[in-house]
């Protein structure tokens, strides 16, 4: 599909993909977009999934003779974006790769094969004759070796991940403008990959926002052409969004078999908010949808965590959310945990170890509490969470 009379995408579609990176839902498929610019020197722009190596090399040979391909840019390296580069220098050992200094290091780990690696660093520009690429380093979105490669002379803005959707349309059509609304594809893939990494958008906006930008050709999702501007101010939006609130907050997540370990966590939140100025948000992670979850904890400066015991573990859903919520945002906060059981009890302090791994602060020693509760553990729960408050108030 030619998106100008000298660039073409060359990418693949994915449309039955259900579950990306293990945890990510895509319930509208996705697609690994690849860009060929046919300029005095030929550039390729990213690459695609390895599954999908013989139909993007069919492709990028139905529209070039590889002998006249001269650059390769990788904008980043994660492997839906590079599975086939390996493949690729196979067949074109003379290419010239591009990346970040991050992103040849991943690179070379990757292909564990030699080849003509070119460090580009931000605001350096690589010639192809008649066109220019210059190169902004846009890192952490969302990986370390991630850049941008803008097109000079067309105004396009090649942002691998940034500003993208796991969308594949079913008719295969990739540009914004043949297209309906898409955005809760776009609102979904930038909560559960990029929102982590909040303070390096708004970084990353600010070095393109003076640029005149004509189309955002991304690594995944319909290609911006209708309205390039309108998805950076949604991530511009999403990642300023700033609380006026006063107020403190301590997200309560939970998972209860019977009965029990809900109970604990209303009385603890209970506890929490005899603290005037500190809020408890009760979650069940059992029946929360990952995205709200991380919602929650983001605007958290507490989190408390509690499962029952079964087969000497945590049940599934604790460890399902824990592991998507991002270390980087956890960095710093406060957190307990607690739990109920009935024989052996090891959920508490399995949690509370995990919670430490993710270095958020463990500030009081673990609770639980064996079957149902007494008006003893009543108080004992509504006092942990009378703690854990006060800890919170001690940090102002």
């Avoid at 939970?254 to 209303?266: D, N, W």
Wanted: glycine share 6%; proline share 4%.
């Amino acid at each position: 599909m030619r998106l100008t009379k000298d660039i073409t995408w060359v990418g693949v579609l994915d449309p039955d993909l259900r579950i990306f990176d293990v945890v990510v839902p895509t319930e509208w498929g996705t697609t690994y977009n690849s860009y060929l610019i046919k300029a005095e020197q030929a550039c390729l722009i990213d690459n695609v999934k390895f599954e999908f190596t013989t139909e993007f090399v069919d492709k990028l040979t139905n529209e070039i003779d590889l002998t006249d391909l001269k650059y390769l840019v990788v904008n980043h390296t994660e492997p839906d974006h590079s599975g086939s580069i390996k493949a690729l220098l196979e067949l074109a050992p003379h290419l010239q790769v591009y990346s970040s200094r991050a992103g040849i290091q991943f690179l070379r780990e990757q292909v564990n094969m030699d080849f003509n690696a070119v460090v580009v660093g931000h605001n350096d520009v690589l010639d192809l004759g008649d066109k220019k690429l210059r190169f902004i380093m846009a890192p952490f979105l969302h990986w370390p070796d991630t850049m941008f490669t803008y097109l000079e002379e067309d105004q396009i803005l090649f942002t691998c991940d940034g500003f993208g959707a796991h969308y594949c349309d079913p008719e295969g059509r990739m540009l914004e403008s043949q297209l309906d609304d898409f955005t809760e594809a776009t609102k979904h893939y930038y909560e559960y990959i990029m929102s982590p990494f909040k303070p390096k958008i708004l970084e990353a906006i600010d070095k393109i926002r003076d640029l005149p930008i004509r189309l955002i050709a991304t690594g995944h999702g319909p290609i911006l052409d209708r309205d390039p501007w309108r998805v950076v101010d949604l991530y511009q939006q999403w990642s300023s969004q700033e609380s006026n609130d006063q107020e403190k907050y301590v997200l309560v997540g939970y998972v209860s078999a019977y009965g029990h370990t809900k109970k604990m966590a209303q009385l603890i939140a209970e506890g929490v908010e005899k603290h005037r100025g500190i809020k408890a948000i009760l979650v069940d992670f059992a029946n929360t949808s990952l995205a709200e979850i991380t919602d929650n904890f983001e605007k958290v400066q507490g989190l408390i965590v509690g499962s029952p015991t079964i087969n000497a573990d945590a049940v599934e859903p604790v460890w399902r959310a824990l592991s998507h919520l991002s270390g980087i945002t956890a960095r710093g906060k406060l957190a307990a945990s607690f739990g109920n059981y009935g024989w052996s009890g090891e959920a508490a302090e399995l949690i509370e170890q995990r919670l430490e791994k993710m270095r958020l602060a463990i500030v009081q020693p673990n609770l639980k509490l064996r079957f149902g509760l007494t008006e003893a553990d009543e108080e004992r729960c509504r006092q942990f969470g009378y703690d854990f408050g006060r800890a919170l108030v001690k940090e102002e």
